[in-house]
């Protein structure tokens, strides 16, 4: 792409990287829209599945706790009712003892015997107890590990996946495109020639032509219209005095 050496050629290439850079701007916009609405979706679908996450955790928690509540219910139960079968066993033991003890006197029997009996009878009572508590016990162990399984069971198969929103950072291209910079640029360039400084008018364009294809991505044409409007300015030689006359500066 080199440069004209006249205001018209630098103005159709300016113009052309005008309409560039405004087609650029559109395109960037639209992708940029499109791009929000995507991402603002992401953000409500994963928003949706982490309270659906948390209501599903909820309800095993929940759950779990029914059965953890019923575990310990039912060793309360065992316990009272371990409590109430060994004060009975009590009572019955005393009750045969006394019986055996009114069944000595009425019958004139006494002493050793009875007291061997007796004996005989409280062992038996022991035995029974202990089987009874270690069967509790046992029980009981038993029943607290079921307990303590069932919330770890619950912990552990919690869903803690983070859900993340699939968010879309990408660029999309400038959007900083303007026309009332064209045309100020534009206004500059033609001011410059009709102070007799086409060649000012003419690297103005080229300069700004050359930010037009670098915003719209054109790196290749952009360093050229650069090169040129430096080349332009080489030229400009004495029109600078002629500019400084025309605006008496």
């Not at 983070?162 to 534009?186: E, H, P, Q, R």
Request: net charge positive.
């Amino acid at each position: 792409m080199a440069s004209g050496s006249s205001i018209p050629g630098g103005l159709f290439s300016f113009l052309m990287s005008t309409d560039l850079g405004a087609a650029n701007a559109r395109l960037a916009r639209a992708k940029n829209k499109a791009q929000q609405a995507r991402n603002e979706l992401s953000g409500k679908q994963a928003s949706h599945q982490t309270v659906m996450q948390s209501l599903s955790n909820q309800s095993r928690l929940k759950a779990a706790g029914s059965r953890f509540a019923a575990e310990r219910e039912n060793i309360s139960r065992s316990l009272d009712s371990a409590t109430t079968q060994t004060a009975m066993g009590m009572l019955q033991n005393a009750e045969n003892m006394g019986k055996v003890a009114a069944m000595a006197a009425s019958a004139g029997i006494g002493g050793t015997s009875t007291e061997a009996y007796n004996e005989t009878l409280r062992t038996a009572a022991a035995q029974r107890k202990a089987m009874s508590d270690r069967s509790q016990k046992s029980y009981v162990r038993g029943a607290s590990d079921n307990a303590a399984a069932v919330m770890a069971d619950a912990y552990g198969s919690m869903d803690t996946t983070f859900v993340a929103a699939n968010i879309d950072m990408s660029d999309n291209g400038d959007t900083s495109w303007s026309l009332f910079g064209d045309l100020a640029t534009l206004g500059v360039a033609a001011a410059a020639t009709a102070a007799g400084a086409p060649m000012v008018g003419q690297a103005i364009l080229e300069a700004k032509t050359s930010t037009n294809y670098a915003q719209a991505g054109n790196q290749q044409a952009a360093t050229q219209f650069f090169s040129n409007a430096g080349a332009s300015l080489k030229k400009s030689g004495a029109e600078w005095d002629k500019l400084g006359s025309y605006f008496k500066l």
